[in-house]
């Protein structure tokens, strides 16, 4: 048996949304992105939504529009998780923001919430919270520390399409929520991200951006530049520094189908889910993801611990050698990557718990599947290596 990462959502459909663009010769971003762009909004429940192509663009733009609308300045302190995927870190880095990571909670793997108030000072505008391998944050208290210090709340959800906190879909709660659409996640448009927001001047700066700087893609209505009644002059015309990170028609088309199979594909996650937590209960010295809320389950992330502590190497090769795919918790403690020395940033407190994911944690796919068969044989794989 392999035991893949991820598994295909694809079927006819999306080859058809493909055909559908071919015939239509039209490449490049056009009336699919914006058609799927309006129904992941609905989706999700927010007013915008622009699609980008990864969901490492999506929180470039997400950080840039921030910045170019004056809501953050250089030099302003974001508070950020110490584990999280690069892209969550690198945009604030490349717009002169510092850095104050956090460690994390042990269990769920999320931003300590304890430690968030101790960590801000009179710089800190901001918390980037992650929502890591699907798993909400305690929103109650982030969004209380946020209204009481006046902080801008921006929400990494690359990995937590579909999970819940309250009621409320991830990706909904802070001024700015990010997406990711890759092969591996929830749904797949091959590459793809999306940014979501209810700020019309934060919409409009993303529209812009995403599109080298120009006003071309603006509404008529924008607050950002009065446009001129003359198409010619307003196709080249540039009033912020951006980026081409335009998605292509054939990743908007399938996204529309890819959004009608949503529902059931985080609904057999949440069910494979609870079929994990009670397997690995089998397993001694091991921990699982605690979940928060409603999560939406992109893996299944486990802590070796007691006398299983500091074999993690053991336990990788044997999952590898029973065609187990296996990866870290993302990027582990990402202080201690080679690209911190680049970047502006400080430490609060102690990262113990990043640390220890840094050297004992790993995570294998959940799919959109029914996935029990594969979790048996991880567990029995995973027995073994106990002995």
């Known amino acids: ?32 992105v914006e058609e799927y762009e309006h129904q992941f909004s609905e989706k999700v429940g927010t007013t915008h939504a622009v699609m980008s192509n990864s969901g490492s663009s999506a929180n470039l733009l997400a950080i840039a529009a921030l910045v170019y609308s004056g809501k953050l300045s250089q030099g302003d302190e974001v508070i950020v998780p110490a584990v999280s995927w690069s892209t969550t870190y690198f945009p604030l880095c490349q717009y002169n923001l510092k850095l104050k990571f956090i460690d994390i909670d042990k269990d769920t793997l999320n931003i300590d919430v304890t430690q968030i108030e101790e960590a801000i000072s009179e710089k800190t505008k901001a918390i980037f919270a992650v929502n890591l391998l699907g798993n909400p944050n305690d929103y109650e208290k982030i969004m209380k520390i946020c209204k009481n210090r006046n902080l801008i709340l921006i929400e990494d959800n690359c990995e937590a399409l579909g999970g819940q906190y309250a009621d409320k879909k991830l990706g909904t709660f802070g001024l700015l929520g990010t997406y990711s659409t890759f092969y591996s996640h929830h749904i797949s448009t091959i590459e793809g991200g999306i940014t979501v927001t209810d700020d019309d001047e934060l919409y409009h700066y993303l529209l812009s951006i995403r599109s080298h700087g120009w006003t071309r893609h603006l509404p008529e209505n924008s607050e950002l530049y009065i446009k001129r009644d003359d198409v010619f002059y307003e196709s080249f015309n540039f009033i912020v520094p951006g980026y081409n990170l335009r998605p292509l028609e054939i990743e908007g088309a399938i996204g529309i189908e890819q ?36 999560s939406s389950w992109f893996g299944f992330a486990m802590v070796l611990e007691g006398e299983n502590s500091g074999r993690r190497n053991e336990t990788v090769k044997m999952l590898q050698q029973n065609s187990i795919e296996v990866r870290p918790i993302v990027a582990g403690n990402f202080t201690r990557n080679r690209a911190i020395k680049f970047m502006n940033y400080s430490i609060h407190g102690e990262l113990k718990n990043a640390d220890d994911i840094h050297e004992n944690g790993f995570f294998v796919g959940n799919h959109s599947k029914d996935n029990r068969e594969n979790i048996d044989f991880l567990i029995d794989v995973l027995k073994k290596v106990n002995r």
Do not use: P
């Open 1 to 32: 048996m392999a035991y893949k990462l991820s598994d295909n959502t694809w079927d006819l459909k999306e080859l058809e949304a493909i055909n559908r663009v071919i015939k239509s010769d039209m490449f490049t971003m056009g009336k699919e």
């Open 259 to 294: 959004l009608k199979k949503l529902d059931g594909i985080i609904q057999n996650r949440i069910n494979n889910a609870s079929y994990f937590i009670e397997r690995i209960k089998e397993v001694e010295n091991m921990r699982a993801q605690k979940e928060l809320g409603k």
